[in-house]
Each structure stands twice: as C-alpha cells, then as structure tokens.
Nanobody
Framework: QVQLVESGGGLVQAGGSLRLSCAVS????????MGWFRQDQGKEREFVAA????????YYTDSTKGRFTVSRDIAKNTVYLQMNSLKPDDTAVYHC????????????????????WGQGTQVTVSS
C-alpha cells in the first residue's frame, strides 16, 4: 500500500523559512510525479509545486515561484518543499500527493490527477 506522510509544518514569522517533508512508502518516489498542494481555511485547495518522476523538471505556482523549492532524496524516498520568505498568505494545510507517471507524460497541476495523498501538515505564518 502506498502511503505519504508529511512533516515539518509549524508556526513561523513572516520572512522565515520551513522545510516540509513527504515520506513515501510502498513505491519508490521515482515512479511518481510528486506535487504539493495547500488549502487554507475556507478556501479551495490550490497547486503549490511539483517535481517530475525523473526529478528533471519542477513546477511552481506564480505566488510561490522564487520562494519555494521542491526537491527529492531518492535514498530516503522523500520529497521536500523548502519554503523561504514566507508570507501570511502562505498559511494553510500543506499536502503532498503522488500521480502515476510515465515517460513523456506532463506533470499535472490539477489535484484530481493525483491519486495518493498525505494527511497534511499545518503551516502558519504570522505577521
């Protein structure tokens, strides 16, 4: 059974940094396109970032580009989201998710394309 477990969330001041981790079990992370999504209270889930199954391409939403970096550690079978220059608007529950991948398939941004989801980790950014 594939399982994703996020960690690393917390409370930080604006301008601070956090690194979120997503530990994947059941399958190697190299077989998935891995995405990060977030959902703040009362708002819809939104795409944050993704990394291709090969690790060769990364994608970011406009609001996080230049501040967030998605990466992976194959040895630990873990995906990371490094978040710098955090803003109060970044406050949300962050979820990692895995989408089945194959060579030539585009990395999806839509949440419905991701079939495995973690439980989420809370990120709160104070002003």
């Amino acid at each position: 059974q594939v399982q994703l477990v996020e960690s690393g969330g917390g409370l930080v001041q604006a301008g601070g940094s956090l690194r979120l981790s997503c530990a994947v079990s059941g399958r190697t992370v190299s077989t998935y396109n891995m995405g990060w999504f977030r959902q703040d209270q009362g708002k819809e889930r939104e795409f944050v970032a993704a990394i291709s199954w090969s690790g060769g391409r990364t994608y970011y939403t406009d609001s996080t580009k230049g501040r967030f970096t998605v990466s992976r550690d194959i040895a630990k079978n873990t995906v990371y989201l490094q978040m710098n220059s955090l803003k109060p608007d970044d406050t949300a529950v962050y979820h990692c998710a895995a989408a089945e991948a194959s060579l030539g398939r585009a990395v999806p941004r839509a949440s419905h394309e991701y079939v495995y989801w973690g439980q989420g980790t809370q990120v709160t950014v104070s002003s």
